[in-house]
């Protein structure tokens, strides 16, 4: 299942068709072209678990004979990888028998069999003593996981990973699980803890059957520009070397983020407007992307406003392109919801910034804390003096 060196795990590839095939901006004509090649990824290896939950999810039509023909093909491997595993067993040794327990799960991930995989790969575990081999192993589990999207699955695997490497492990293990784990944090929508991973691992990264390496630059810009703060941003992004060698061949991600490092707004909303089709239709960002949305623009109207103590709005319209009512009811939303310290002078026309005093912060969230304390404890006494 493991992707060579710059090519993306096949399985991977197929699950991003699959993701394409039943999202309702994907045009018609696009989705025959991606319906013709799921199925004939799906035929090529043999994946009748698979292609059977694809006819359920009306994602493909059912043709039996070719059903069929793949149920025969997968009960001849397995009775040759049975075979196998018998003849290593009472003729070879344990490296040669863990080898043959690990192509039977390796048929099964193949095949699109999910549960199966998992129990063969338990019990591959089981003949397997190398600290380096068992993280392989947690790879292919991981790799199972992303292509599910089983979150459950990916967390106890990358738990387990850890645990693992406290008995030992290569670094070249260690770096690519950082990426894993990114890539883990971005879908469950931590992308603090994204960005700090991705960045972590720009310079060692090997992790190509995930995806690649242009893939991974997006990912780490899109997490770092809302995670970072301006001088972090411009040290760990802007100027990294590895990420200016890639960034031009990513459509708008250079204008993107270099707009935003140099306040130039108009083209900044440009270049973002652009880059919404590619967030939209990411198999990892798409359930986020409402959310993404709107910390991308807290992050810019933030960074606009910091820089005066009032403003006109009419200003503001004209730095980012767009007209007044769009600003003033954009802004009406994020100050409504505690994104942004400022206030509408809807009379004159003008923005007036009240950026919170940390002291004063801290000074509030104690008294808040105090009292949340004293009610928890009057409850309390109440139920003791019962």
């Known amino acids: 299942m493991e992707g060579q060196e710059g ?12 993701f394409l095939l039943t999202h309702p901006d994907v045009q018609d004509i696009e989705k025959v072209r991606l319906k013709e090649e799921v199925f004939s990824m799906v035929k090529a290896d043999d994946m009748a678990p698979f292609y059977e939950t694809l ?12 059903l069929d023909s793949m149920r025969a093909k997968i009960e001849e491997e397995l009775k040759k990888l049975d075979e196998k595993i018998a003849d290593a067993e009472e003729n070879l040794g344990e490296s040669e028998v863990r080898e043959a327990h690990l192509a039977k799960s390796l048929f099964y991930i193949q095949i699109g069999d999910k549960d199966k995989a998992l129990e063969q790969l338990k019990v591959t575990e089981s003949k397997t003593v190398a600290v380096g081999q068992k993280m392989d192993l947690v790879f292919y589990t991981l790799q199972l996981g992303f292509f599910y999207m089983d979150f459950d699955l990916i967390s ?20 690519r699980l950082k990426v894993y784990e990114g890539l883990y944090c971005m879908s469950t929508r931590n992308f603090k803890m994204a960005a700090d991973l991705f960045l972590d691992s720009i310079s060692t990264f090997t992790t190509y059957e995930l995806f690649p390496y242009d893939t991974f630059i997006f990912y780490t810009v899109l997490t770092s520009i809302i995670s970072l703060d301006r001088v972090s941003l411009k040290q760990k992004v802007v100027d990294a070397p590895e990420i200016l060698t890639v960034i031009g061949k ?6 993107f983020l270099n707009s935003l490092y ?24 798409h359930p986020h992307f409402r959310y993404y949305m709107r910390e991308v623009r807290t992050v810019v109207y933030s960074q606009f406003l910091e820089s005066y103590k009032s403003v006109t709005i009419e200003a503001m319209a004209k730095a980012f392109g767009v007209t007044v009512e769009f600003i003033d009811l954009e802004l009406s939303r994020f100050i409504a919801a505690g994104k942004l310290h400022c206030k509408i002078d809807k009379v004159a026309g003008v923005l007036e910034t009240n950026r919170p005093d940390a002291k004063n912060a ?5 008294i808040k804390q105090g009292d949340f304390l004293l009610n928890r404890i009057q409850k309390l006494s109440r139920v003791i003096d019962l």
């Open 362 to 366: 801290l000074y509030q969230a104690t």
């Open 156 to 175: 106890k695997s990358i738990d387990k990973a850890k645990s693992l490497f406290e008995e030992g492990g290569d670094w070249e293990r260690k770096n």
């Open 55 to 66: 006819v359920a999810e009306s994602v493909l039509e059912m043709d039996q004979s070719v």
């Open 7 to 18: 090519t993306q795990q096949v399985h991977l590839v197929l699950a991003n068709k699959r």
């Open 262 to 285: 140099d306040c130039q707004y108009k083209s900044f909303f440009s270049a973002f407007a652009g880059l919404t089709e590619q967030i939209k239709l990411d198999r990892y960002l």
């Open 250 to 255: 990513i459509p708008y991600l250079s204008e």
